[in-house]
């Protein structure tokens, strides 16, 4: 069952006006063009959330569609205990979670020590000749690699790399600690470097 409260730290913050916060207690009074703000606003993220997830089109829109069901179930309950995205997010997750467990067991991700730290995927392959072309081939080879991390490292990747969330954030998304969140983004970055390092040594074969 999705749950639709966080907790975090400090709940003392107060909505700004016409942040997302303000927004959805705006819906939860009755104004649909609040809602509709929204869901313009989060569509395209959220949608791609799942797409990249799943690889498939159907099922994330499937996904997505019940997400939105949710926000709207769940808003007479709704109050401002995080950030919006960060509660939005969390009932993708929940939904997600609960799709994968029907399917198959969580892969099991090995945490890295403490010492290792992130390492920039833009270092990798800065002297070629051609840079458009190079381009082009990494940014193919970058969506081959986070295909193949696994889920838990992918989502943790996804909501870093692409919706800009901090570690703490996806750690309440994903309702786990911060370190293994930490962790988790770190094993994906080295992954990710070491996968295409491997494919740009074969493409020069």
Request: net charge negative.
């Amino acid at each position: 069952m999705v749950q639709t409260s966080i907790h975090p730290k400090d709940e003392s913050s107060i909505p700004q006006v016409g942040s997302d916060e303000q927004l959805m207690l705006d819906y939860q009074a009755g104004d649909v063009r609040a809602f509709e703000a929204l869901y313009l606003k989060h569509k395209g993220p959220l949608y791609r959330y799942f797409v990249r997830q799943l690889h498939d089109q159907q099922l994330a829109e499937d996904l997505y569609q019940d997400t939105w069901g949710k926000v709207i179930s769940a808003a007479v309950q709704y109050q401002v205990t995080a950030k919006f995205t960060t509660w939005l997010y969390k009932i993708a997750h929940n939904l997600l979670i609960d799709h994968v467990r029907a399917v198959k067991p969580l892969d099991k991700v090995t945490a890295l020590d403490e010492d290792q730290t992130m390492d920039s995927l833009e270092a990798d392959g800065q002297a070629s000749p051609e840079p458009l072309v190079q381009q082009l081939q990494q940014a193919d080879m970058m969506k081959s690699c986070i295909a193949k991390l696994p889920p838990v490292q992918k989502e943790a990747f996804l909501l870093n790399i692409e919706m800009g969330m901090t570690a703490a954030m996806i750690s309440e998304i994903a309702n786990v600690t911060l370190e293994a969140t930490k962790s988790r983004i770190r094993y994906a970055y080295q992954s990710i470097k070491q996968c295409i390092a491997n494919q740009w040594q074969e493409t020069s074969l």
